[in-house]
């Protein structure tokens, strides 16, 4: 199992960027599709991106909400997968979390956290106005 830290979340501008990392201190992360998420006080949480595992093709999947702004990555040496933000927009404030999809290599559609694990701590992101 994937033992995740998520960093890299501070106080931001708006119209700013950030890169948050999802760093795994076990040794399976590349083998799984990774997500992230964010959850606001109030709201449920949602999925923003994900990647597939380092021996899939490369294929990422956003929110609608995201689209065009956020950016998945992964590094497979340093077991990080990458969440780069910019234009950044004080609706994006939020806890952001990392976790693994044990399901397969393949990412799913982002409207269900439904076998993803692994979840990491968080960090918080404040955009201001």
């Known amino acids: 199992q994937a033992q995740l830290v998520e960093s890299g979340g501070e106080l931001v501008q708006g119209g700013g960027s950030l890169r948050l990392s999802c760093t795994d201190y076990?040794?399976?992360?590349?083998?799984?599709?990774t997500g992230w998420f964010r959850q606001a006080p109030g709201k449920e949480r949602e999925g923003v991106g994900c990647?597939?595992?380092?021996?899939?093709?490369?294929?990422?999947v956003y929110a609608d909400s995201v689209q065009g702004r956020f950016t998945v990555s992964r590094d497979v040496a340093k077991k990080t997968v990458y969440l780069q933000m910019s234009s950044l927009k004080p609706e994006d404030t939020a806890v952001y979390y990392c976790?693994?999809?044990?399901?397969?290599?393949?990412?799913?559609?982002?409207?269900?956290?439904?076998?993803?694990?692994?979840w990491g701590q968080g960090t918080q992101v404040t955009v201001s106005s």
């Open positions: 976790a693994t999809y044990y399901a397969g290599r393949q990412c799913p559609d982002l409207k269900s956290d439904l076998d993803f694990g692994s």
């Open positions: 990647i597939s595992s380092s021996d899939g093709d490369g294929t990422t």
């Open positions: 076990g040794f399976t992360i590349n083998l799984y599709a």
